[in-house]
């Protein structure tokens, strides 16, 4: 099996950046981590509702 490619947001925000979530894609999957805990189990989603989900972030913003 192929390590996945981890990716932290942009808005990690600052010092080491590890108080966040990494997320990868796992066709047909997107997998998502802890950034404090990376070899602890993971969650996934399928790909269509995960996009949703940041599509809904966008939408209404903190």
Not at 4 to 14: D, F, I, N, Q, V
Not at 23 to 43: E, G, N, W, Y
Request: glycine share 6%; net charge positive.
């Amino acid at each position: 099996m192929t390590p996945l490619t981890w990716k932290k947001s942009s808005y990690s925000g600052g010092g080491e950046g590890n108080a966040c979530v990494e997320i990868a894609h796992h066709h047909p999957q997107v997998a998502v981590r802890d950034s404090k805990t990376p070899t602890h189990p993971t969650l996934t989603f399928p790909a269509p509702t995960f996009t949703a989900f940041i599509e809904a972030l966008k939408r209404h913003p903190r």
